[in-house]
């Protein structure tokens, strides 16, 4: 008797209801994550104020393809892009470094960076600031700054001494180029 009871120990067969209702489950939920997902990636409709600026880029970007000025600037010269008075505007543009990594010792780094100043701009301030990043550089290894993660983290370092060797004077920093070789 203690034989057949062992025999009847064996593995049981799930039941199909429960398999299908388990699959019925996990459908809805992949379905609604799907739906949520879908909702936070679909484009929002433009306000009128936002249309209106896109059709008139729009405009703007036809005629200058047809060869023609767009309206308000018949009378200005074709200079190319603007130029920007960096002493007036606070913006203090470092001259470019160039150095090579910590390791491996065979890659360089060229970068330029402008500086955007609370006020007028403090040129000496400026020098030292370049200093400090072209010091900083040369202890940064390539695997450090690779991708676009360790860009972000290279460009938080330079920001962060920026700010503390400036005091809190500078109030941005603009990467101009970036080039690993």
């Known amino acids: 008797m203690e034989d ?3 025999a009847n120990t064996g593995p049981k067969k799930s039941s199909p209801v429960i398999m299908i209702a388990a699959l019925a489950v996990l ?3 992949a379905g609604g994550g799907g739906w949520l997902v879908g909702g936070m990636l679909a484009p929002k409709p433009l306000s009128s104020e936002e249309a209106k600026i896109v059709e008139e880029a ?24 603007p130029k920007i008075a960096t002493e007036a505007n606070g913006v203090v543009q470092l001259d470019a470094i160039t150095t090579n ?11 330029e960076v402008a500086l955007l100043f609370k006020g007028a701009p403090d040129v000496a301030m400026a020098e030292q ?25 290279l460009k938080d370092d330079i920001e962060e001494r920026v700010d503390l060797r400036s005091e809190g004077r500078v109030t941005n920093v603009i990467f101009r180029t970036f080039v690993i070789q």
């Not at 729009?58 to 892009?81: M, N, S, Y």
């Open 101 to 111: 990594l910590a390791y491996p010792t065979e890659n360089w780094i060229r970068l």
């Open 27 to 29: 459908t809805l939920i």
């Open 129 to 153: 600031i370049h200093q400090d990043i072209a010091a900083y550089l040369k202890t940064v290894s390539l695997q450090q700054i690779q991708g676009p993660r360790g860009f972000q983290y």
């Open 4 to 6: 057949a009871d062992l």
């Open 58 to 81: 729009k405009a703007a970007v036809a005629l200058k393809a047809a060869g023609q000025k767009p309206e308000g600037e018949a009378g200005k010269k074709d200079e190319g892009l």
